[in-house]
């Protein structure tokens, strides 16, 4: 029956459709002289994608900064097996050779801009104001997502209506990385695989959370993580372990700084949160201590 209704849907192209209202608001928005942004995609063309019950729209948010495999990571997002899906890449002005790729796939992604940023997290929130799916991830310019990753995504969102993310195997530095431990994270931050690649948000559920914090330059994808378990009490789960979404590489940008600034780093952002100060410190201590040893 799924497959019926899928070939139907496809054969109509109903997944696109135009809107000369927001095509409107695209265009004031982006296409004035002042404006000193490169942008394109199918918004640019008048088209635009929307939610279906049984098919919902899911955003892949795609920063970059200079990537050597960013053509390489927009087609294992365009090749995926859902068919339902909206890409958007965030450029941090990489330049005329970025554009050219970007150019490129201006009538299969949704919607590209080049221009200064002031870092990763900021490209992230870009993309998430820009975005309309009923769920939304990040995958880097760096990674790659695996054909079948949206597919299994969206069975278990309509098997769970309630939820508000999921959590994917990932493959890192060859190994596979799952599951979800919500209740570690009062001592430690890598509860889920991975904040790209392997986390998919409802968008009703971010807009309750908000947007990554910039002032932290390190981190911020964990401060959102925080506040998504403890503050708002977000309902996870992850999937099976042979589920994998895709290969992160050898990215990560918060592990190319040294131990120390990310430890002081993960206090603050307890601190802030207003998690017990003597815990704070008795990860601190522990955390040093353990790395004595080793």
């Known amino acids: 029956m799924q497959k019926k209704k899928l070939n139907k849907l496809k054969k109509n192209s109903k997944f696109i459709f135009k809107d000369i209202k927001k095509f409107n608001q695209i265009k004031k928005r982006y296409l004035h ?3 000193k942004l490169i942008v394109g995609g199918l918004r640019l063309q008048g088209m635009f994608k929307r939610n279906f019950n049984e098919f919902p729209l899911i955003t892949i948010i795609m920063p970059n900064f200079k990537s050597k495999m960013l053509a390489k ?13 909206e890409l958007i890449v965030i450029d941090g002005n990489s330049g005329n050779s970025t554009i050219k790729i ?13 221009e200064n940023d002031k870092g990763l997290w900021d490209a992230w929130n870009k993309g998430f104001k820009l975005s309309s799916g009923k769920f939304i991830g990040i995958v880097d310019s760096s990674n790659i997502l695996y054909p079948n990753a949206t597919k299994i ?15 994917g195997t990932v493959k890192k530095d060859g190994r596979l990385y799952g599951g979800y431990n919500p209740k570690d994270i009062y001592k430690k931050f890598n509860i889920i695989p991975s904040s790209v690649v392997g986390l998919f948000i ?3 559920s971010l807009k309750r959370v908000g947007l ?19 503050t708002h009490k977000l309902k996870g789960m992850h999937t099976r372990g042979n589920e994998i979404f895709g290969d992160l590489g050898h990215s990560g940008y ?6 120390l600034k990310t430890l002081l780093n993960e206090a603050k952002i307890r601190y802030n949160n207003k998690q017990n100060i003597f815990l704070i410190f008795y ?11 080793h």
């Open 33 to 35: 002289k002042k404006n």
């Open 283 to 293: 990860i601190l201590i522990g955390r040093t201590i353990k790395k004595i040893i």
């Open 212 to 230: 990554l914090n910039l002032k932290y330059k390190i981190q911020s994808d964990y401060d959102l993580l925080y506040r998504m378990i403890v």
């Open 73 to 85: 990571s927009i087609k294992s997002v365009l090749n995926q097996k859902y068919p339902n899906i």
């Open 254 to 259: 918060s592990k190319k700084h040294n131990y």
């Open 202 to 204: 409802k968008k009703s």
């Open 153 to 167: 995504l969206v069975k278990y969102i309509i098997k769970n209506k309630k939820i508000d993310f999921i959590c």
């Open 102 to 114: 970007l150019k490129k796939f201006n009538k299969k992604i949704d919607f590209w801009l080049s």
